[in-house]
């Protein structure tokens, strides 16, 4: 089988979708036809030091001449061109959302940021995309060939339907403590219902961005919340699940979302779901399986979260489709096939 180099910034056990992705894509490649080998990049990305750029140039410089390397857009996006065009190997992006798009930047750093990416595109030789919404932004925005394009969206495994048996309702969210994830935006609502009665379980590392993190807490003591929202930190395997199968209705207000992975696998167990219509998250949750409401507005998300608490008839509904739009979902093998064949498009 041919080999492929997949080049990653960072922890590649860490808990987010796109180190998920990149863990479930490698393991589901060779049946697809193709040997993925890992490749370590500096940790530092997106925003590299000088150092952890000239580390990441002779770690790509001892890869075999001509081959196919797969290059996670955390990295990608921010290498410099003349680093990019002093490789003697067949580039391929992988992006899961422009760099640009990450909330919370500064106006000087968005265009910063889009105008690496957008250099750093030219010179890919095949880009793939994991959702049609961050597809057309990188062709419309980004200069990327239709050509050149390929999608790939993320895998989901088969779940049971969700069987809550809670006398209050339970929601969950699932997402790192970051500003994009919007829970901020979460908090602010949640203190808008609290006549009506709720429990709230958010799952998700609270250590990749303090401010944010401690931002939440206060959030929640400010509104005297502590009883009736459980940060309950990183989850995994049977504990996660367990969190799913127990939750009556998943919220989660990104600001953007590339894809949104956890919205996938809530559709996979059945849940009603409640979020902001930002970036994919149109793309990834049926109008019929959720409410969307517009981003940055915690009011809009306490109405919604009032209707599908207080109506079982409307959260049945919702459950409903979302279980039968779930049982559609492309599994990782797919995924692979659909990165295997743009694999071989930059081959040729």
């Known amino acids: 089988m041919p080999d492929v180099w997949f080049a990653i910034p960072g922890d590649l056990n860490a808990l987010t979708g796109g180190y998920g992705y990149a863990r479930r894509l490698m393991a589901a490649l060779p049946a697809a036809g193709w040997t993925p080998h890992h490749v370590p990049l500096p940790g530092g990305f997106p925003n590299p030091s000088t150092e952890e750029l000239a580390l990441t140039r002779d770690i790509l410089m001892q890869l075999p001449s001509g081959t196919p390397v797969l290059i996670d857009g955390l990295a990608f996006g921010v290498m410099p061109p003349d ?20 909330t919370g930047l500064s106006e000087a750093d968005v265009h910063r940021v889009k105008t690496s990416e957008r250099a750093a595109l030219a010179l890919a030789q095949t880009v793939i995309a994991t959702s049609p919404h961050t597809a057309q932004c990188l062709v419309r925005d980004y200069g990327v060939p239709p050509a050149y394009m390929h999608l790939a969206l993320p895998g989901t495994d088969p779940a049971p339907r969700a069987q809550p048996a809670n006398a209050v309702p339970k929601l969950l969210t699932v997402a790192t403590l970051t500003h994009r994830k919007g829970h901020d935006i979460l908090i602010n609502a949640l203190a808008e219902i609290t006549d ?46 367990a969190a799913y199968a127990e939750a009556d209705i998943f919220v989660l207000p990104s600001r953007h979302e590339g894809y949104g992975m956890v919205f996938a696998e809530a559709l ?46 409307l959260r049945k509904n919702l459950g409903d489709a979302s279980w039968k739009h779930g049982q559609a979902l492309q599994d990782w093998n797919d995924t692979a096939a659909q990165v295997a064949e743009a694999l071989w498009a930059g081959a040729a």
């Open 196 to 241: 009506i009665p709720w429990t709230s379980a958010v799952v998700g590392s609270q250590e990749r961005d303090p401010a944010v993190t401690q931002r939440v807490h206060d959030l929640i003591t400010q509104h005297h919340l502590r009883d009736r929202i459980a940060l309950r930190g990183e989850l995994q395997d049977e504990a996660l699940a």
């Open 268 to 313: 996979a167990r059945g849940l009603p779901i409640v979020a902001c219509a930002a970036g994919a998250v149109t793309d990834t949750v049926p109008a019929d399986a959720g409410i969307l409401v517009p981003a940055e507005n915690p009011a809009a998300l306490a109405t919604a979260l009032r209707q599908v608490l207080t109506d079982r008839n």
């Open 83 to 102: 680093l990019l065009a002093e490789l003697d190997l067949t580039l391929i992006a992988l992006v899961h959302h422009p760099l640009a798009d990450e």
